[in-house]
């Protein structure tokens, strides 16, 4: 049972355009959420996060939405690179526990030149 | 430089053949774990360790045993491998278990069970 859910296996967008990236998840304990990007024969990093008190937060280029009562988070990528095409992992836990983390099944994002 | 080391990066073995694979890190975390990434299903969390001697089942731990002895190190252990264990492997660690942080991954480790 995946509690963590990204729906898109896929995106593909031109440089300069919005990328966006969705995330649903049904566990209502869950309370903080992570973006990670994967390049290909690297680890996942840390891109972004966001608690449940807050429904925004921005780094440079990147912004991630929450919505608390549709249990859905969204990751904005503006303007999109190429070097922003990698998989995008959203991950969620509840408060201050870490071994109850999920992970979704990643979006693989292709920014074209 | 803060970093999660893995070896080996690529396996190949057999079935039954027992194997381990290192994990080290370098930034006095106390929490580390192993994730197994395979397609369509994310990364799922094999086994964690909130510190020294503690350690805990995750979600898929069957066929796999950890250790932790040291802070710095975490090795997962394949006892009697089997094909459906052929997967891409994560470390990762943070700081704490019980803090609401980011966790660094190590490169992967890339197993073939034949």
């Known amino acids: 049972d995946q509690q963590v859910k990204q729906n898109s296996p896929s995106l593909s967008v031109q440089e300069g355009r919005i990328s966006i990236l969705n995330c649903d998840y049904t566990?209502?304990?869950?309370?903080?959420f992570l973006w990670y990007k994967k390049y290909p024969a690297e680890g996942p990093t840390f891109l972004i996060s966001?608690?449940?008190?807050?429904d925004k937060n921005e780094d440079g280029r990147f912004t991630v939405f929450l919505n608390k009562s549709a249990k859905h988070l969204s990751l904005h990528i503006v303007p999109s690179q190429p070097g922003d095409s990698a998989v995008y992992f959203c991950?969620?836990?509840?408060?201050?526990?870490?071994?109850?983390?999920?992970f979704g099944a990643g979006t693989r994002l292709t920014v074209k030149p | 430089e803060a970093q999660v080391t893995q070896n080996p990066r690529y396996l190949i073995t057999v079935t039954g053949k027992k194997l381990t694979v290192t994990c080290s890190q370098n930034?006095?975390?106390?929490?580390m774990s192993w994730y197994r990434q395979d397609p369509g299903l994310g990364l799922r969390q094999i086994y964690y360790?909130?510190?020294?001697?503690?350690?805990d089942k995750g979600d898929v731990p069957e066929g796999y045993k950890v250790s932790r002895k040291e802070k710095r190190n975490f090795p997962l252990i394949l006892e009697s491998p089997s094909p459906n264990q052929t997967s891409l492997y994560f470390c990762?660690?943070?700081?704490?278990?019980?803090?609401?942080?980011?966790?660094?991954f190590g490169q992967g480790t890339r197993l073939t069970v034949v």
């Open positions: 990762a660690s943070s700081a704490r278990w019980d803090e609401n942080t980011e966790a660094f």
């Open positions: 566990n209502s304990m869950f309370d903080y």
């Open positions: 966001i608690s449940s008190i807050k």
């Open positions: 991950a969620a836990s509840p408060p201050y526990n870490n071994n109850d983390m999920r």
């Open positions: 930034m006095n975390h106390e929490y």
């Open positions: 360790s909130m510190n020294v001697e503690v350690t």
